[in-house]
């Protein structure tokens, strides 16, 4: 199995002395999307970013959008579907975060301190610096965990906005974010089909053993167009063409047509199948 972020070490890592260059690279796990194809990560942007760092943070959720999926059970096996995904379940401003959910997830922060409120939180707890952010080409940073101890956060930003957005870019072709998930399990037996209609013909008073049932015909009006009979001793009585409910959905009984053979006998045609 894949994992959703490479751990290549292919994200640009500027060094500014011993404290930027102590920080780690992405977490060697799925970071961006779980194994159930699923997001894991919430996308963070500024509440008073400019509108090119939102642009680029919906860039992101896109590429992490397309890459979310799960498995739907259908009639006939599996489905691999697309899930939907609404910027409110993934994409979010700095400050309309909870505690909780700060705690709870995984975080791409998108923009430097000045932009996003979060990273400027970082500096506050001394694990970066606003000098670093204002001289970056455009960096990928991974902080490890921040705010909680199993979930990480990665800073993706740079000095303005086109460097920012040259930052995300960078992280979208260097990261795989697909998972390879195993084939959905598949039924050990294959699925019951109908058989081909079978054709019968059954004259009246007469009785025909049809996979097991016993269908009689009791009478026939020719220019009604109705027969009537039993099928094991049920009744049953319909204008031309109807099918015959039975208990057993295993075998579909259509009653199609009567006429009247060259010996002068009232005949019914029977069209019948059964689930094999």
Not at 249 to 254: C, F, G, L, V
Not at 262 to 271: P, S, T
């Amino acid at each position: 199995m894949k994992k959703a972020l490479s751990l290549i070490p292919i994200f640009l890592v500027l060094s500014i002395g011993l404290l930027q260059s102590s920080l780690g690279y992405l977490p060697a796990r799925d970071f961006a999307v779980c194994e159930d194809g699923s997001p894991r990560c919430f996308i963070v942007v500024g509440a008073n970013a400019a509108p090119e760092d939102a642009a680029t943070a919906q860039l992101l959720f896109e590429k992490l959008g397309d890459s979310c999926y799960q498995y739907l059970q259908v009639d006939d096996g599996y489905l691999k579907a697309h899930v939907t995904i609404y910027p409110k379940n993934v994409l979010f401003q700095d400050e309309a975060l909870s505690i909780e959910q700060l705690a709870s997830h995984n975080l791409i922060l998108v923009g430097g301190p000045v932009a996003n409120a979060l990273v400027m939180d970082l500096v506050e707890q001394d694990l970066t610096t606003v000098a670093f952010w204002e001289a970056s080409d455009g960096d990928v940073i991974s902080f490890g965990s921040v705010f909680s101890e199993t979930c990480h956060v990665v800073v993706v930003a740079g000095s303005d906005r086109d460097a920012t957005r040259d930052a995300a870019c960078a992280f979208i072709s260097s990261v795989d974010w697909d998972i390879e998930q195993p084939a959905p399990p598949q039924t050990e037996t294959p699925r019951a089909t109908w058989s081909p209609p079978k054709k019968i013909y059954i004259s009246l008073g007469g009785t025909e053993t049809l996979d097991g049932h016993e269908v009689c015909v009791t009478d026939i009006k020719i220019f009604e167009d109705k027969v009537s009979g039993t099928v094991d001793g049920t009744p049953f009585t319909g204008i031309l063409p109807f099918q015959i409910a039975t208990d057993d959905d295993s075998i579909r009984i259509e009653v199609v047509n009567s006429l009247m053979s060259a010996q002068g006998n009232y005949l019914v045609e029977i069209r019948y199948s059964y689930l094999g």
